[in-house]
């Protein structure tokens, strides 16, 4: 069991990796469904399957691909 003197502060921890994800985001110019996002997150911690099939993603993921480069070559 953890003591007073190790116990780690996982709400600033969790929050710590939230912001730094949102700075990458936001910095590669990357806007995101913050939603969705925390779904997906939470999902995959929880060992719970895709509620998307490889297709839809892949569909999706090429779609988002295509905008970032259309967008970068203007």
């Known amino acids: 069991s ?3 003197e190790t116990a780690v502060p996982m709400d600033k921890v969790s929050y710590f990796i939230g912001t730094n994800m949102g ?3 936001k910095s590669q ?3 995101v469904d913050i939603k969705a996002l925390a779904e997906g997150i939470g ?3 929880a060992g719970k399957p895709s509620k998307y099939t490889q297709e839809d993603i892949g569909a999706a993921m090429q779609a988002f691909e295509d ?3 259309a967008d970068a070559s203007k």
Do not use: F, P, R, V
Request: hydrophobic fraction near 40%; proline fraction near 0%.
């Open 2 to 4: 953890q003591t007073a």
């Open 29 to 31: 110019g990357i806007e």
């Open 43 to 45: 999902d995959a911690l």
């Open 67 to 69: 905008k970032m480069q």
């Open 23 to 25: 700075g990458q985001l």
